[in-house]
């Protein structure tokens, strides 16, 4: 069992966490890529975060990176399409059921997967990447993502070579997410961005993302 402890939001101290009415901020980016942001789209996020850090069967993984192995920098646990694969926490298929509601006419499908990663300090991060396994790498999707837990900066930029788009100097923008924000991820956005959580040498609380996204994409 995974023992962490997050400061909660005094703006989001609901004792029973919910979804609530979907009004997400529309950014269009470069290349046909957009992002909806919105702020304490989960309330009680303070109290899910608890339950997610006890419950979910949290796991270590190693990757082959060049020519070494290497530890990966967060804790994972991914549900997948199988009947089998039931959402640790009935809040987190009703976030899901949500957004596929939302967005059903705009993605012509459902989110189908949730992919959960707890970051337990500013040493836990990942590196610049899109969700292109599967029909991200050739088709247009969305990928919504929940955080829980300290707000840590979701970054994003224009792929090499496909050019800058809006943000600052180098096409990067910056998104502070915790506290039950909503960021999806939309268009070509995986394609032609990419994002990352990088590292920090601040002290920082713990994070848990939320990764929902339809059938084939990872």
């Known amino acids: 069992m995974t023992v962490v402890t997050v400061q909660e939001s005094l703006l989001d101290l609901a004792e029973d966490p919910a979804p609530g009415p979907l009004r997400p901020e529309r950014v ?5 890529a957009w992002v909806d942001v919105q702020r304490g789209w989960l309330a009680g996020s303070g109290a899910l975060f608890a ?7 949290w796991r270590a993984e190693r990757r082959r ?8 920098p967060r804790l994972l646990c991914f549900y997948g399409e199988d009947a089998d694969a039931v959402l640790p926490d009935s809040v987190l298929a009703a976030c899901r059921d949500r957004l596929s ?3 059903q006419a705009e993605l012509g499908e459902s989110f189908r997967t949730a992919g959960l990663c707890l970051y337990r300090d ?3 991060s990942v590196a610049w990447h899109g969700d292109t396994i599967g029909r991200g790498s050739t088709e247009d999707t969305m990928v919504a993502i929940v955080s829980l837990g300290t707000a840590r900066p979701l970054l ?17 923008l910056r998104y502070s997410l915790g506290h039950g924000d909503l960021i999806v991820m939309g268009g070509s956005c995986q394609r032609t961005w990419e994002h990352a959580v990088p590292k920090s ?6 994070r848990i993302s939320v990764q929902f996204r339809p059938r084939g994409v990872r």
């Open 28 to 32: 269009p980016l470069a290349h046909g």
């Open 51 to 57: 339950r997610l850090a006890e419950r979910v069967p």
């Open 65 to 72: 990176m060049y020519d070494r192995t290497v530890d990966v």
């Open 101 to 103: 509601e939302h967005y």
């Open 122 to 124: 500013g040493r836990d």
């Open 156 to 172: 994003l930029r224009p792929r090499a070579g496909v050019g800058a788009g809006a943000g600052g100097n180098d096409g990067t």
């Open 201 to 206: 040498t601040r002290t920082t609380g713990p």
